[in-house]
């Protein structure tokens, strides 16, 4: 599975963002996908996850009631809705896949995207 990541962008604090994880090679559908972003000097950390049909996803505290993961298979793209953006959102974002992830565990995806950058200023 290939994995390329866009939508990112320079937003205003209380802005909104929707990134996309556009998938090819090999069919979307069984995987589990995950967003992951890694701020300057910091670790990447879990932000948000879909199972593979969409039908249960999980998001980090920092982001839960902003952030929205959704996914449509037909177009193989999972999609990350980032509304009320607050700059310690800023960071680069990562989509990945995997059979089957510990949902929080970047080491346990087996396939990433390259990263979009986010900035968010205040």
């Known amino acids: 599975v290939q994995l390329q990541a866009s939508g990112g962008g320079l937003v205003q604090a209380g802005g909104s963002l929707r990134l996309s994880c556009a998938a090819s090679?090999?069919?979307?559908?069984?995987?589990?996908v995950g967003w992951f972003r890694q701020a300057p000097g910091k670790e990447r950390e879990f932000v948000a996850v879909?199972?593979?049909?969409?039908?249960?996803?999980y998001y980090a505290d920092s982001v839960k009631g902003r952030f929205t993961i959704s996914r449509d298979n037909a177009k193989l793209t999972v999609y990350l809705q980032m509304n009320s953006l607050k700059p310690e959102d800023t960071g680069v974002y990562y989509c990945a896949a995997g059979r089957s992830p510990y949902y929080s565990d970047y080491s346990s995806y087996n396939y990433w995207g390259q990263g979009t950058l986010v900035t968010v200023s205040s």
């Open positions: 879909s199972s593979w049909t969409g039908g249960s996803t």
């Open positions: 090679g090999r069919t979307l559908s069984r995987y589990v």
